[in-house]
């Protein structure tokens, strides 16, 4: 994944011409609740930088076990050093290979299995991913059956849960945000903090002027017609895509970012 931008603190007067006045640009009709100009803006993000990285890949965790199962491995792809679109190749080798969950990996060759990963991008950091991966699956097997889905009904919270993933070899913070809010309304306990990126990205837009931020971002998503999970991973993608400059671009609908997706 890549790494979380660095923001500074800017004086109002410091500030480029027109973003102490963004919010202006989003005034106007009002619609559940939320004016029209965020609720359009809401839209644009997912629909320019995408949604929810499951939903790419075609996984539909709200269809049951298997499909977590499936987003489970692969968010252990995405939450390497890797881009997106590596983790998503790579995905797609292991899944056309017919492994569909984590369990499955420590019954493959390690030869076939490094294989898999070359041929998804991963030429430089296909051994160490392959003995990842392989560490992880004989531990799901140890701990759970070799079965993700049991880890979801033993931590029912939000705290034991993050810390049964946080246990996992090769899982930390990143893999275990990325997966846990993809599953939000799946699993009791998957009820992370907004990711603080998306945060980041909803002021950057003006959608989030104040309040609490989850309650915020799910209200508008839904007067969007959006699912909240989509909402949030596009703001992410919103502020991975600006890097280091999101603090000199304009924001609101003058993001060059979003007015480029």
Do not use: N
Request: a neutral charge; hydrophobic letters at 45%.
């Amino acid at each position: 994944m890549a790494g979380e931008g660095v923001t500074r603190q800017t004086d109002r007067h410091d500030q480029p011409a027109g973003r102490a006045d963004r919010s202006a640009d989003l005034r106007g009709a009002v619609h559940g609740g939320y004016p029209r100009g965020e609720i359009t803006l809401a839209r644009r993000v997912v629909a320019g930088l995408g949604g929810r990285y499951s939903a790419e890949l075609g996984i539909d965790v709200d269809a049951g076990d298997a499909e977590v199962e499936r987003w489970f491995l692969a968010a252990t792809l995405f939450g390497a050093r890797i881009t997106a679109q590596v983790a998503e190749r790579a995905f797609g080798e292991l899944a056309g290979a017919g492994l569909a969950r984590i369990g499955q990996v420590r019954h493959v060759p390690s030869a076939d299995l490094i294989g898999l990963l070359d041929a998804g991008g991963y030429a430089r950091y296909d051994f160490q991913t392959a003995t990842r991966l392989v560490e992880l699956s004989e531990v799901v097997d140890d701990r759970y059956g070799g079965q993700v889905a049991p880890i979801g009904r033993r931590f029912p919270v939000y705290p034991e849960l993050r810390a049964a993933l946080d246990a996992l070899p090769g899982w930390g913070q990143v893999t275990i945000r990325l997966f846990l809010r993809e599953l939000r309304g799946v699993w009791p306990g998957a009820q992370p903090p907004l990711d603080e990126r998306a945060t980041a990205a909803a002021r950057h837009l003006g959608l989030l002027p104040s309040g609490p931020a989850l309650p915020g971002l799910a209200g508008l998503a839904k007067a969007a017609g959006l699912d909240p999970r989509d909402l949030e991973s596009g703001l992410v993608r919103l502020t991975l895509a600006h890097g280091r400059a999101m603090a000199s671009c304009l924001g609101g609908r003058a993001c060059t970012v979003l007015r480029l997706a």
